[in-house]
DNA sequence: TAGATTGTTAATCGATTAACAATC
DNA sequence: TAGATTGTTAATCGATTAACAATC
């Protein structure tokens, strides 16, 4: 099997990991299955799957058949249960609990948006500095004192920290989220964040996207 | 070399065009390499990019000595020097013009970022239908109508749209942009985007990368 | 000089693709 | 049955990595 890999850095972990690219993949495909679900649609091709993630559409059935006959010759996956095998897949069945930190435009903007609700994540709580802004309503939130950060996070056992503060802002948060035991950081701030091994930051870069999406316009 | 490919569907396009990984690293090269100058820092190694990219400084050293000899042995690369080489590889020393529709918190939070103006993309006009934005202040831009479109991306050489809108107006102002000969469309929607093949689509996507990155914490 | 880091080689592994039999 | 699409094989190519001489 190409799937399981004991990659460098990594191997003081479990063997049993998915390959980085696959679970990439994955996870790609499950947003557009989400995304097609809600637009009615029942079964879903391979090929129809490769329009929307730009993945090769023999790459997706080598993927998917990598754990199981998911699909149905002639007619191609229902997309309930590959919805189902693929969360089981990527160990994401369950619901994950969320902390947002700002309570800004893009802070607000996430909190509102249900981009992140759709995949079993929750928004459990928001955190500003601001007075103005803590005990104001976002959503059916409300925004809390930074001060509260270290009980929210035990009381809700949030793994997941998203960051949406100024870039001067972040890493004094990220020392504290790390302390506070968050694992996750998805940071969009424009920060470089430095946090020990064993916690993963992703910083979100629109801008990288955009550079890589308009190089091949204009090569 | 290894770093030209004439790859399969797009092998119509000029031969003189970057693996598709070579290309996505050296975005995220630049992102780094941005924010690190911001920091005050004017050298770095392949190492520290290697922290902050997740990419193996090997492979960093590698993709870049494709292209030149850039860095200097026992010191590390001069960050100023690097950006605009990978600017100029990338075709992006340039400005590129964006034009952004949606004038809410998410539209709000990006043009008032300067995520995108710190490489080289500039917000030229904010569209919204809402008649209570049009003629808002977002910044140092006043909000237009959806129905001067048309006449912007003429004027000013539009060539990336950024979509902040509801998924239920997205594809019909996609279509709209298509026609209107925009060739890079940035969706923060979460619909599905139908485009004929010479447009690209690049749909952000923040619970796909927060799937990924929690799966390797959950497995 | 001594330490650090690049540039490059060689070897391995995963990704990608075309093609097609199986089968719904 | 006929058409469509999966599951799988085989072949190729790019990504990844360790290692190290070159050199700042």
């Known amino acids: 099997m190409t799937i399981y890999e004991a990659s460098g850095e990594d191997s003081e972990r479990a063997a049993d990991k998915l390959a980085l690219g696959v679970a990439a993949r994955l996870s790609r495909y499950l947003q557009v299955l989400t995304q097609a679900r809600k637009m009615g649609k029942e079964t879903i091709s ?123 802002a972040a890493q004094t948060l990220a020392d504290d989220l790390v302390e506070a035991g968050v694992k996750v950081i998805f940071n969009y701030s424009e920060a470089l964040l430095q946090v020990p091994p064993e916690v993963t930051v992703h910083t979100s870069s629109p801008a990288v996207d955009l550079l890589y999406a308009l190089y091949f316009y204009l090569a």
């Open 46 to 168: 391979s090929q129809e799957l490769a329009d929307y993630t730009h993945v090769n559409s023999t790459q997706i059935r080598r993927d998917l058949s990598g754990f199981g006959k998911f699909g149905k010759r002639g007619v191609g996956y229902n997309i309930d249960s590959l919805v189902a095998q693929i969360r089981k897949i990527l160990h994401t069945s369950g619901q994950q609990n969320i902390a947002l930190f700002g309570a800004g435009h893009l802070g607000t903007a996430i909190a509102t948006s249900d981009i992140f609700a759709d995949h079993g994540f929750r928004v459990v709580a928001v955190f500003d500095v601001d007075r103005d802004k803590v005990g104001s309503r976002i959503g059916n939130l409300s925004v809390r004192h930074y001060r509260e950060l270290r009980e929210v996070i035990d009381d809700e056992e949030v793994v997941v920290a998203v960051l949406a503060v100024p870039a001067s």
